[in-house]
């Protein structure tokens, strides 16, 4: 595992694909961020497992009850720069999130500020997209604060729906934007060296969405 770089920590709770996008980008030749521990709310979690299999450190969290002085302690002993929650269901407490104000991001399967808030993941959003007749869909990376998918929106990638989609076709072609999203923002990032200096321009919609432009940019210099 590299140290070089930016200090990345991830919150998952589920199987792990959009870390593995992380992991896979990190490994990379000329990588400017380092994964330096994953957590997750579960232990079954396979987001562990491919954490341990890349050498990251991990830890758990109890399901329940008060985590904030645990997790603030092991994002200090990590000393992450950056956190990012990828698949992760619980709210974060208000302490870390004052603690990493402006350093701590999400994913969510959805155009937001439509399809979120409080028990809207996985399918249920998906549902609740082809349930609208919404004609696009697709991830947004955010700013996380104190309530669900309310923070500062970073970047979004328009996912066209098909008139004979169902919530698992959709979330297929979602999850393969946030693959491509969620490394992308957080390298551009690590480039820019904070979420002020981001300005990503959502693309124009088309059966092939292109990377943001001022995104591609960021990623090139």
């Known amino acids: 595992m590299s140290t ?3 200090r990345v920590a991830v919150l998952a709770s589920g199987s792990g694909t959009n870390l593995q996008a992380l992991l896979d980008a990190a490994a990379a030749p000329g990588a400017r961020f380092a994964l330096v521990l994953v957590v997750s709310n579960r232990p ?8 341990t299999q890349f050498g990251v450190p991990t830890a758990t969290l109890a399901r329940e009850g008060d985590d904030a002085p645990r997790l603030l302690a092991l994002l200090a002993e990590a000393r992450a720069d950056l956190i990012v929650l990828a698949g992760y269901l619980k709210l974060v407490p208000a302490a870390v ?7 701590m991001l999400n994913i969510h399967p959805a155009l937001l500020p439509a399809f979120g808030g409080p028990g809207m993941y996985g399918r249920r959003v998906h549902e609740a997209v082809l349930a609208s007749g919404a004609r696009v869909s697709g991830p947004t990376v955010h700013l996380v604060d104190e309530a669900f998918d309310r923070g500062r929106i970073l970047a979004q990638w328009p996912v066209p729906v098909a008139p004979d989609d169902t919530p698992e076709t959709l979330a297929a072609r979602v999850l393969e934007a946030e693959h491509r999203l969620l490394p992308a923002v957080v390298g ?10 981001l300005s990503f321009t959502a693309p124009a919609l088309g059966p092939a969405p292109a990377l943001p432009v001022d995104l591609a940019d960021a990623l090139t210099s």
Do not use: Q
């Open 4 to 6: 070089a770089g930016l």
């Open 97 to 103: 999130v004052a603690a990493y104000r402006d350093r």
């Open 44 to 51: 079954e979690a396979g987001a562990l497992s491919r954490a």
């Open 188 to 197: 551009a990032w690590a480039a820019l060296g904070a979420a002020a200096a």
